[in-house]
């Protein structure tokens, strides 16, 4: 058997569950439009022109951020890491800008940050054989401390007003964060659909030796998953960079929590194999429509928080059910 014929059975359970998450991303879709229309009808100012900008701005980070960890969470791994990514790298982008790098060379090499820290993690879980939770884990309280030590605790001002002005401007009347998820998520499509390395993941995913032993290079496609991952944390940091027009270690800081929750939420098995790049999309939304909608509201914002870990609760259990079916 050859190594694409290998990875493709090991893909075979992702894929006789394609029409279950495509079913899956719809209801989200639906779901999500019918809280956009409820929204509507509960405060006007819900469909105002800068509220909806506001919420595709914000969940345009969340969603690239999220199509990242879904790489990693194939795999059967977790990345625990991207927020403080995202914050080093607002830290590492305006540092650069204020010491009058030119913008290019200063988003090459903060994206060239988040794929050396990507690789770092591939090296500790494949090299040194430590789990991907508590490696993750140990970085993100080795990125945060170096962030606040670079700084002394305080923020990087960008006064490159050519750098900032991207994220305020618009393209056809749709922010330019939010096309900044289409360029992602093209690519991120067709590498993890309609690839070879895309079924590479979904084996590793199912059975990580069965893979190795068919002759997968397992070690090489995790250092791509947690690179992947990475990468897209730094690109979001830039991007929060230009928004916020400030660099600090702090700013993504539980954005870490949103990202394996838009993934979850977006149909991704925590247990690996099952996943696509439309769930976590649709996911991001979701969570960012919650937490607009019940900032409109005056709800308390603690309960943003019990209604998000209320639905990976539920999507989890039900995941679990169909693993047993199965």
Known sequence: MSIDQSAAAGALKAKNQARINLLLSLTLFGLLALMWMAL?????????????????????????????????????????????????STVIVAWLLTHDFPIWAAV???????????????????????????????SLQVLFGAGLLITNGASINITNDAFTQFSRNDFLGVPNLF??????????????????WGRYLYAIGSNLEAARLSGVNTRLMIYIAYSLSAFCAAF?????????????????????????ASSVIGGTSLFGAVGSVLGPLVGSFLLTTINNGANLLSINSFWQFIITGGLIIVIVYFDGLRRKRG
Do not use: C
């Open 40 to 88: 509507w009808l509960a405060t006007p100012n819900f469909l105002s022109y800068a509220n909806v900008n506001g919420i595709l701005r914000q969940g345009a980070m969340w969603a690239i951020l999220a199509m990242g960890q879904t790489f990693v969470i194939i795999t059967a791994g977790i990345d625990l890491s991207v927020g403080a990514v995202v914050g080093v």
């Open 108 to 138: 090459l090499i903060t994206l060239g940050f988040g794929w050396a820290v990507g690789m770092f993690h591939a090296f500790g879980i494949v090299q040194l054989g430590l789990p991907p939770f508590i490696m993750t884990l140990a």
């Open 179 to 196: 096309w900044m998820v289409i360029v992602v998520a093209i690519p991120a499509y067709l590498f993890l659909h309609h690839s070879r």
């Open 236 to 260: 979001v940091g830039i991007l929060l960079a230009q928004r916020i027009g400030t660099g600090n270690a702090t700013q993504g800081q539980g954005w870490e929590l949103k990202a394996i």
